[in-house]
């Protein structure tokens, strides 16, 4: 018997082989083509989240670990800020203060407060402000209830101000927590109208909106804030792409994305010793964002909060007092490379609700004067 008739398997030829491969290269430019002459009317809101969302999960780089906005550093102790690796041109405002090394290594050499700044590669200008002191920066998320009347008076009796990131409530008879806030020194920050994820995140334009509503209800109150805060954060993974929208044309509106780095977690209990111990747990650094909300076990713990902080040698602000504190999550430009035009054109965010310009406001039902 011949070995060709042993060998039953068919043969594929070379030149199938190349018509195959031909024919795949074929299909995947021709949607590619397809996806990328949409017309911007064809782009829905769903299409740019899923875009975005692919686009930031490959194509988007590890964000860079820059220390940005204030650090703190006692005498004798040293830090290296050259986590920018494309960094020159380091210059400091008081080198009696810290000696730096020409590739950005500080050391602390007296008590003050100084201001370092460096070039990047791309012409970008990154600056510190080194201080002398621990500061934490209490926060508080969402509506206002009967809770908060207990926070703000621990707040009073220790002489504390904080920052409140509001959602808007409408009954009227629940309204003069605002003007409290306003009238202690407290920040009153925005953190959306109304904190309803479905709504919030349905589209682009509905999440700039969340914030515009509750910046035109602040300024009833007379408040003006660029400070703002993402429900749940602006780094949460739900509706991700649209997060990253939301902070790219908000900072280029001019507003500050204040996030934070301990978290309390007092969502998750009802006991103020967990709270407290959340907070001890989670704060080491000089300076420390602490997220908590208007949980009446939030404000049995606050005092212990704020005593433990104090034994740790922290003083208190509030976000106004440091706008370049702390931006977002996100140390990098978004670059999203959506298809078709941005669905918010506006400059500002009041332009999507009133496009001719606010309108005079009518006496409010609680006294803002």
Not at 295 to 315: D, K, M, N, R, V
Request: with cysteine; proline share 4%; net charge negative.
């Amino acid at each position: 018997m011949s070995s060709s008739s042993l060998n039953t398997t068919p043969r594929t030829s070379p030149t199938s082989i190349s018509t195959i491969i031909a024919l795949i290269f074929l299909v995947a430019s021709i949607s590619i083509f397809i996806h990328y002459t949409k017309s911007s009317e064809d782009v829905t809101a769903e299409d740019f989240v899923v875009s975005s969302t692919i686009v930031s999960e490959t194509q988007i780089p590890e964000p860079q670990n820059i220390n940005y906005g204030e650090q703190v550093l006692f005498i004798g102790r040293s830090t290296s800020l050259t986590s920018a690796s494309d960094c020159s041109n380091w210059s400091c405002s008081d080198s009696s203060v810290v000696s730096m090394s020409d590739t950005g290594n500080i050391t602390a050499l007296s008590v003050g407060d100084v201001d370092i700044s460096c070039t990047r590669s791309n012409g970008d200008t990154l600056n510190w402000h080194i201080r002398s002191r621990k500061v934490a920066y209490l926060t508080f998320d969402d509506f206002p209830n009967e809770n908060t009347t207990t926070i703000l008076d621990t707040l009073d009796d220790y002489g504390i101000k904080a920052s409140f990131f509001l959602c808007k409530n409408s009954d009227p008879a629940e309204q003069h927590y605002y003007k409290r806030m306003r009238d202690s020194g407290h920040a009153l920050c925005n953190h959306t109208s109304h904190h309803k994820g479905s709504v919030v995140f349905k589209d682009a334009v509905e999440l700039l909106a969340a914030f515009a509503r509750m910046e035109i209800f602040l300024h009833e109150f007379r408040v003006d804030t660029k400070i703002i805060r993402f429900p749940h954060g602006s780094a949460d993974p739900y509706h991700y792409g649209l997060r990253r929208y939301g902070v790219q044309r908000l900072r280029a509106m001019g507003y500050t994305i204040v996030d934070w780095t301990c978290d309390s977690n007092d969502w998750k209990t009802k006991k103020p010793e967990v709270v407290l111990r959340n907070i001890q747990n989670s704060c080491s650094d000089d300076r420390e964002i602490i997220l908590m909300h208007n949980h009446s076990h939030t404000a049995e713990a606050l005092p212990s909060i704020i005593e433990w902080l104090i034994e740790q040698g922290y003083e208190f602000e509030t976000v106004n007092d440091a706008p370049e504190l702390y931006s977002c999550r996100y140390y990098w430009e978004p670059n999203i490379n959506r298809t078709g035009s941005d669905e918010v054109t506006s400059d500002t965010l009041t332009e999507l609700i009133y496009p001719d310009g606010l309108p005079e406001f009518t006496t409010h039902a609680v006294d803002v004067d």
